[in-house]
């Protein structure tokens, strides 16, 4: 507390400054206002390459721990198997036009991949999967993945000096290395050993988007129906029940609507990723049981190049549904004049941490492309086209109502 003391007495932050004023043109507030049933932001929108452009440059005026964090900074169920850990480590950034983003810190290097003996639950969280995830999930046209960039922070200029949160600023330290560190402060396994540290300020990291307050859009967060056990020998239904999507047909809101077929389109985004953590899903109630499935925390993704995990795509396999549109910008991106992974690497260079992903990583998405689409047409060949591309192309004027944008 005393050195935040003098840091602000230093920079003259001592008295507060007068308050700015909230821009109406603000890209965040753009973003929030360009929200529709359709997905996060329009096909073409030009606010999105802004918003990106504003979350590398803007000044980050406070830092705190995200609202769970706080949450488990108070309790602790020791009856859990994967208990509140040091390893993941996130912060709430707020930048001088009001926005507000999510800061990932760098915890693993791109070259290094997940130890094969590590759980799904236990492996690191990683800021450049949050990157390339954001950019997949636009060029496979989902729109579901919040706006996320890469940036080099200074942590003791963007994180110690501006935080108000004296737990936060406790846990900053000096390496023998005379570099910047923090960890994350929590009721379990929470050590120096698990810190994050700057060279000697410097620190990469992932910064995505906030989505607009609860009380202004909210939204349910719902279990996923193919949810993994989450302890070290169980196993759920679906991993030992192959009849288990007729179950899952019966229930609503899978038993009509979209749902299901965005639960597949989750599916397919998480199998290409390598991402086997999709516990829960968000939607925003105000689109209805047929809007979007927002797909956030991809943190957990692109963690084995080398390893292709089929048991993500259960509900593809299982259901054998696929809509239209997402079948024909997978068979697009299985030609060789767009490649998946041609695409992904021109499209992660936009950022200022390229590369974000190492060449193996590009190439392994290639590969489960193509195990996909093999998934895909296994399902044609046994029930027939008609039954497995739900035709999605032609859909009708949505209600006024529902075509409304979110409003702050």
Avoid at 91 to 98: G, H, I, K, S, Y
Avoid at 374 to 386: H, L, R, S
């Amino acid at each position: 507390s005393r050195r935040h003391k003098l840091y602000r007495e230093e920079l003259n932050l001592t008295s507060p400054a007068a308050p700015l004023p909230l821009r109406p043109e603000a890209t965040w507030l753009q973003f929030h206002l360009g929200i529709t049933r359709d997905g996060l932001y329009p096909r073409a929108s030009p606010v999105i390459n802004r918003l990106l452009q504003d979350m590398q440059d803007l000044t980050t005026i406070s830092a705190d721990y995200s609202q769970d964090e706080k949450a488990l900074l108070g309790a602790c169920d020791c009856s859990q198997v994967v208990k509140p850990s040091g390893v993941h480590l996130k912060l709430v950034l707020r930048f001088q036009d009001f926005g507000k983003a999510m800061f990932k810190p760098m915890r693993q290097k791109r070259e290094e991949e997940t130890p094969e003996d590590f759980f799904y639950f236990v492996d690191f969280q990683r800021h450049n999967a949050e990157i390339a995830a954001f950019h997949l999930d636009r060029i496979l046209d989902f729109r579901r993945v919040p706006p996320t960039v890469g940036r080099l922070i200074n942590v003791t200029k963007e994180i110690l000096e501006v935080t108000k949160n004296e737990i936060l600023q406790s846990v900053f330290f000096v390496s023998p290395a005379s570099n910047v560190c923090f960890f994350a402060k929590c009721p379990y396994m929470c050590k120096t050993e698990y810190a994050v540290c700057g060279n000697p300020h410097l620190l990469e990291g992932s910064l995505s988007a906030f989505l607009p307050s609860l009380n202004l859009a909210p939204r349910l967060s719902i279990p996923n129906p193919w949810i993994r056990s989450y302890s070290f020998d169980g196993k759920e239904e679906w991993e030992v029940n192959p009849l288990y999507c007729d179950t899952v047909r019966e229930i609503y809101p899978y038993s009509s609507g979209n749902r299901l077929l965005n639960i597949v389109d989750m599916a397919i985004f998480d199998f290409l990723i390598g991402n086997m953590d999709r516990h829960h899903y968000e939607m925003f109630t105000k689109f209805g049981d047929d809007g979007f499935l927002l797909h956030l925390d991809n943190a957990r993704g692109f963690g084995r190049h080398s390893h292709d995990e089929p048991s993500i795509l259960a509900p593809l396999s299982q259901c054998c549904v696929i809509k239209r549109t997402t079948l024909l910008r997978l068979q697009l991106l299985a030609e060789a004049e767009y490649r998946l992974s041609d695409v992904m690497r021109e499209s992660l260079l936009q950022d200022r941490l390229a590369p974000v992903l190492t060449e193996p990583h590009l190439l392994a998405l290639d590969r489960r492309l193509q195990l996909v689409l093999a998934a895909v047409g296994k399902c044609i060949d046994t029930y027939g086209e008609a039954k497995v591309v739900a035709n999605d192309t032609v859909q009708a004027e949505p209600p006024a109502s529902t075509r409304a944008k979110l409003t702050t």
